[in-house]
């Protein structure tokens, strides 16, 4: 199917046993099924994208209902991705996980752990200053933050104290284990950004 990828909900980690007895750290995605709210096109909207629909929504306002009247169903989260042949989807479609295969290259797109507000050494790997000779607060403190006379204020952008984490991390260059359609199930080795039961983009990517 020409579509580029779908969303997913993060399970957590676990270990896939290959038949030769090979360990693989992986992740487990519910990836899907995603039902196809809009087919987006060149001649009406100036590109090719088919909308999806994940997860089922209890409360939606009037503009957003009415969007998803044609595919059937409310749908909390919906994204739209790259699409090739665009004859092969319809409003209310249902897609599966088997749009990916086993060795598919890709890439997910998710929020990473929101930790609040952390300090220096915990935001950005500080080493804090000396620990002996008399320093009682100086332990964990982020140092200089700029001159005095020139340029007498702190750069835009200079590493301090402040919110750590919830952004939007992109991995790349992972690798799919298994895609199970049956279960929704998408195991890729190694680690993704985000909490369990977090909504994460699953896209194809191409390999060099």
Request: proline fraction near 4%; charge should be positive; glycine fraction near 16%.
């Amino acid at each position: 199917m020409g579509i580029q990828g779908l969303l997913g909900r993060k399970i957590g980690m676990t270990t896939h046993y290959r038949e030769n007895g090979v360990a693989i750290p992986v992740t487990a995605i519910e990836v899907g099924p995603c039902v196809v709210t809009q087919v987006k096109t060149s001649a009406r909207d100036g590109y090719e994208a088919v909308q999806v629909g994940f997860l089922p929504a209890t409360m939606l306002n009037k503009p957003a209902a009415g969007h998803l009247e044609r595919s059937g169903g409310k749908f909390r989260h919906l994204q739209e991705f790259k699409a090739t042949d665009l004859g092969d989807f319809e409003v209310g479609q249902e897609i599966k996980a088997d749009v990916f295969t086993a060795g598919d290259t890709i890439k997910v797109v998710g929020r990473s752990k929101g930790r609040g507000f952390a300090g220096n050494v915990k935001r950005h790997g500080f080493r804090g200053g000396p620990k002996t000779h008399g320093q009682s607060d100086r332990h964990r403190a982020p140092g200089s933050i700029g001159a005095g006379t020139s340029p007498g204020r702190v750069w835009p952008g200079t590493r301090m104290a402040g919110h750590y984490g919830n952004t939007k991390v992109t991995v790349r260059g992972l690798t799919v284990v298994l895609a199970d359609a049956e279960r929704s199930l998408v195991l890729i080795k190694g680690a993704i950004p985000g909490h369990a039961n977090g909504i994460v983009q699953v896209q194809k990517q191409r390999s060099y």
